[in-house]
């Protein structure tokens, strides 16, 4: 995992890599909450951390409700929620798991424990869960994106795009979405369409920093770094977008063992 040299620049989720003909590390990240209304979209640093003291703050409590009642729906999302926003992703897992055994047919359960499951690297596995937390006649763009993401950690990014563009019939010009289906058309080394995707999230107003990490990403990769440093730095405070362009020139000069670049970049993948 990578130093963080930005809190305005990163999400602070690890990386994972991905196979390929580069190998890509994706960051997958995004706000802290369980149900499925909530799979989607991404906040910026200072929500996520105030969310994290939250959950940090509520952790014990949560965590008793879940042993003294087991069966209490609403106690196990909370307590899956405060332990993914706390790094503790295994232990999320298991207690969510716990719940959709004995819950199977909960959506909210489901669209949590697949949320879980994505944050600790089982992708498809994650896919697969999520698959039953909505249905093809009440599809979900939130659960929509997340599986797409999913898709692209599989090196499924043909299909995972098709996701993401079944979300966006839902919901067009949705940034967090658009993100992802930028990232998915870099991952498959479709610069121009990359950039011109991402392009479109960045001009959304609700887009987030993540938005702009991604964009930067995708034209350094094109070569054109003076264009790329001026997007990572845009109108940031001084400090925050010096260490900023230094994290993209980290990024863009990463090789692995065949030296190749390899970029990192940052799924909106919350939940």
Known sequence: MLTRP???FRSN????SVAGSAILALALCGCQTTAPSDITGSLGDTTEKSQIATSRND???YRERFRANPDDVDAALQY????????QRSQAVAVLEQATIAHPGNKALLAGYGRALADNGNSQAAFDVLSRAHSPDNPDWRILSVQGTA???LGKHEE???YYNTALKIVPDEPSVLSNLGLSYMLARDLPNAEQTLRRAYGNPRADVRVRQN?????GLQGRFAEAENIAKGD???????????????MLSRKDPRGKTVPVAALNRPD
């Open 6 to 8: 930005s809190k305005s």
């Open 59 to 61: 952790l014990d409590r």
């Open 151 to 153: 898709l692209d950690k």
């Open 236 to 250: 940031l405070p001084a400090e925050e977008a010096t260490a900023n362009v230094a994290y993209l020139r980290e």
């Open 13 to 16: 989720r690890p990386f994972a």
């Open 215 to 219: 964009l930067a990403l995708v034209v």
């Open 160 to 162: 995972a795009r098709n």
């Open 80 to 87: 899956g929620k405060a332990l993914r926003v706390t790094g």
